[in-house]
């Protein structure tokens, strides 16, 4: 019998060094956590995908270049004709496309940071150095330091997150235009939250060669779909479909995506009403003591408050589950990020956390 190799002896040091992406459990809490949309599709709407659902041929392998998909994509986003259209199983995945496809020996992939946290996690993922730019204290781009940072290091590709996230914030676009004009990479700008945004890079795709664009439909109220899509130049998007896995859009997801792309005013009606719901939460965040909020172009608010983490216990012993950023960044020191509920998810909430100051201070 050989001496069997233990996980420690084949698994890369730096992927023993990482940390699972955690997920907490959610039964029975009231979930503002994790930026979903709090609202259902109308029935209606519900009835007709559950007709698409019986005939679907799920006995054969989907369409693997999702056509027809696309088609309704170009349309519902109002894609240009000239630009090409590569799909993931989320925006998780197709972050992971380009970092191995660009992961030549010594290449790097920069992000500012605090940003999403995969950028980092999949650049370790993809054995690609990563280079992280502190933003500036109000989460605001540091233009200089990123400049800096792409003589520096000569990023293969850099994301930036607009609106970012977990700050919430839209980076100031004219810095955005600087960096695509500096560097020689690629720069992806993830507008995963760019229904709750009066804001896109989208008109700019023909201006700047290296400029690539992400979405998804997972903040619009189809997160259990896991469909993220790239849009950009086909020279580069041909390229990145060598890196795509066959069939990772399954049958069920084509047909219920495109089915609710037909009933694109129902998305956009949840989604004006996340952002008057936003806006009250951020007028009752603005008025309580000892809390410091930040302006929000995403379905969620970032805030401040002294003893975070114990704050963020608290309102779990009231069934309400946030998400404490508290210590995962030098700059989100005591910080929690709340996503936009429904009205009464949302006055339980804030109710919670007026009963927990005041009982703290």
Same mark, same amino acid.
């Given at each position: 019998?050989?001496?069997?190799?233990?996980?420690?002896?084949?698994?890369?040091?730096?992927?023993?060094?990482?940390?699972?992406?955690?997920?907490?459990?959610?039964?029975?809490?009231?979930?503002?956590?994790?930026?979903?949309?709090?609202?259902?599709?109308? *029935?209606?709407?519900?009835?007709?995908?559950?007709?698409?659902?019986?005939?679907?041929?799920? #006995?054969?392998?989907?369409?693997?270049?999702?056509?027809?998909?696309?088609? +309704?994509?170009?349309?519902?986003?109002?894609?240009? %004709? =000239?630009? %090409?259209?590569?799909?993931?199983?989320?925006? =998780?995945?197709?972050?992971?496309?380009?970092?191995?496809?660009?992961?030549?020996?010594?290449?790097?992939?920069?992000?500012? !940071?605090?940003? &999403?946290?995969?950028?980092?996690?999949?650049?370790?993922?993809?054995?690609?150095?990563?280079?992280?730019?502190?933003?500036?204290? %109000? &989460?605001?781009?540091? /233009?200089?330091?990123?400049?800096?940072? $792409?003589?520096?290091?000569?990023?293969?590709?850099?994301?930036?997150?607009?609106?970012?996230?977990? +700050?919430?914030?839209?980076?100031?676009?004219?810095?955005? !235009?600087?960096?695509?004009?500096?560097?020689?990479?690629?720069?992806?700008?993830?507008?995963?939250?760019?229904?709750?945004?009066?804001?896109?890079?989208?008109?700019?795709?023909?201006?700047?060669?290296?400029? /690539?664009?992400?979405?998804?439909?997972?903040?619009?109220?189809?997160?259990?779909?896991?469909?993220?899509?790239?849009?950009?130049?086909?020279?580069?998007?041909?390229?990145?479909?060598?890196?795509?896995?066959?069939?990772?859009?399954?049958?069920? +997801?084509?047909?219920?995506?495109?089915?609710?792309?037909?009933?694109? +005013?129902?998305? *956009?009606?949840?989604?004006?009403? $996340?952002?008057?719901?936003?806006?009250?939460?951020?007028? &009752?965040?603005?008025?309580?003591?000892?809390? !410091?909020?930040?302006?929000?172009?995403?379905?969620?608010?970032?805030?401040?408050?002294?003893?975070?983490?114990?704050? &963020?216990?608290?309102?779990?012993?009231?069934?309400?589950?946030?998400?404490? /950023? =508290?210590?995962?960044?030098?700059?989100?020191? #005591?910080?929690?990020?709340?996503?936009?509920?429904?009205?009464?998810?949302?006055?339980?909430?804030?109710?919670?956390?007026?009963?927990?100051? *005041?009982?703290?201070?």
């Amino acid at each position: 019998m050989p001496n069997f190799y233990s996980p420690e002896d084949i698994i890369r040091p730096e992927i023993l060094a990482l940390s699972a992406y955690h997920v907490p459990p959610a039964t029975g809490m009231i979930k503002l956590d994790a930026m979903e949309n709090p609202y259902p599709l109308p *029935s209606a709407l519900r009835d007709e995908i559950a007709q698409l659902t019986l005939n679907a041929p799920v #006995n054969r392998y989907p369409d693997a270049s999702a056509a027809t998909l696309k088609a +309704t994509l170009r349309q519902a986003l109002g894609i240009a %004709d =000239d630009m %090409d259209i590569l799909l993931g199983n989320g925006s =998780d995945e197709i972050i992971q496309i380009i970092a191995m496809a660009v992961a030549k020996p010594g290449a790097v992939l920069m992000s500012a !940071e605090p940003a &999403f946290v995969m950028f980092r996690m999949i650049a370790t993922f993809a054995n690609i150095q990563y280079a992280g730019v502190p933003l500036r204290k %109000d &989460f605001s781009l540091d /233009l200089d330091a990123m400049l800096a940072a $792409i003589a520096q290091h000569r990023p293969a590709v850099i994301f930036l997150a607009y609106p970012n996230n977990p +700050t919430g914030n839209l980076f100031d676009p004219a810095a955005i !235009e600087s960096i695509l004009q500096t560097t020689s990479g690629i720069v992806v700008v993830d507008e995963a939250y760019h229904a709750f945004a009066d804001a896109s890079f989208i008109d700019k795709l023909s201006q700047y060669p290296n400029l /690539l664009l992400m979405r998804t439909l997972s903040k619009s109220g189809l997160a259990g779909l896991r469909l993220g899509l790239l849009i950009g130049r086909s020279e580069w998007l041909k390229q990145l479909e060598k890196v795509r896995l066959p069939y990772n859009i399954g049958i069920m +997801t084509q047909l219920i995506a495109e089915k609710v792309l037909h009933h694109t +005013t129902v998305l *956009s009606q949840q989604a004006e009403a $996340i952002k008057s719901e936003r806006t009250k939460m951020n007028t &009752f965040l603005g008025t309580m003591r000892g809390v !410091e909020v930040y302006p929000s172009d995403a379905n969620f608010i970032l805030f401040r408050v002294n003893a975070a983490s114990q704050i &963020f216990q608290a309102l779990k012993q009231h069934n309400i589950l946030i998400k404490n /950023l =508290d210590g995962s960044h030098p700059l989100l020191e #005591n910080c929690l990020r709340v996503t936009v509920g429904t009205p009464d998810e949302n006055s339980q909430f804030c109710a919670a956390l007026r009963t927990i100051l *005041s009982e703290t201070v």
